[in-house]
């Protein structure tokens, strides 16, 4: 069965801190990872990765995805109470067919 | 503004109603998907429509029943619900046929079963 495990389940910090988030899983038929967003309503994307080792970026939010070790880190410098939120991994598990998605961290950050 | 669009936002209905979520995207995108969100959970896969092909979660009541008009829309019928589909309810949808491609989410519809 398609698993994707997320830790920490929820994490608080005070703005200004770096936090990792990560993500691990175990699918057939890999194809991408994605990270997305989501505050009140629907989640909003961050990344996708395909190729281990390329990191992604974006203003203060980065990642990057290991193949071998079938896990991928969501890093946050310098957070903000705007970064609070639910992050969402996600992982394109059958062509397209199904994403599946990981519990979520519960990020709050204070201010 | 999501390019995703789902009426109604929010929706309250009783146990013996028949009602309708509409889902819309222009992007072209030729798959389409509806997920459950109850709160606290991630979404669950509920069906998608990719390949001109319907596919459901076999775990999906048959209170629930997708259709779709065409490549554009992908609406969700709902008939004698109960109070625990009371959930958020996020279409998406997905370029396909050029590898892989991120799901764009609507806003989603917050349905209420009394």
């Known amino acids: 069965e398609d698993k994707v495990v997320q830790s920490p389940l929820s994490l608080v910090v005070h703005e200004g801190d770096t936090v990792t988030l990560n993500c691990s899983y175990e699918?057939?038929?890999?194809?991408?990872l994605l990270w997305y967003k989501q505050e009140k309503k629907a989640p909003t994307f961050l990344f996708m990765l395909t190729s281990s080792g390329i990191e992604k970026k974006s203003g203060r939010l980065s990642s990057i995805l290991d193949k071998k070790e079938l896990f991928s880190i969501l890093n946050i410098t310098a957070t903000q109470t705007g970064d609070s939120a639910v992050y969402l991994c996600a992982v394109d598990a059958n062509y397209g067919q199904n994403f599946v998605f990981g519990p979520g961290t519960r990020l709050s950050v204070l201010p | 503004d999501t390019e995703v669009t789902q009426t109604p936002k929010h929706l309250v209905m009783g146990m013996t109603n028949k009602k309708s979520l509409k889902c819309e995207q222009h992007m072209g995108h030729r798959a389409m998907y509806w997920y459950k969100q109850k709160a606290k959970k991630p979404p669950e896969l509920m069906f998608v429509?990719?390949?001109?092909?319907?596919?459901i979660n076999e775990s999906v009541p048959s209170r629930f029943s997708p259709e779709c008009p065409n490549s554009s829309l992908l609406n969700l019928h709902l008939h004698a619900l109960q109070p625990e589909d009371s959930a958020l309810y996020l279409c998406?949808?997905?370029?396909?046929?050029?590898?892989?491609?991120?799901?764009?989410f609507g806003e989603g519809s917050r349905l209420t079963v009394l």
């Open positions: 699918v057939t038929n890999f194809r991408s």
């Open positions: 998406a949808s997905r370029p396909i046929g050029r590898g892989t491609g991120e799901l764009f």
């Open positions: 429509y990719s390949y001109e092909k319907l596919s």
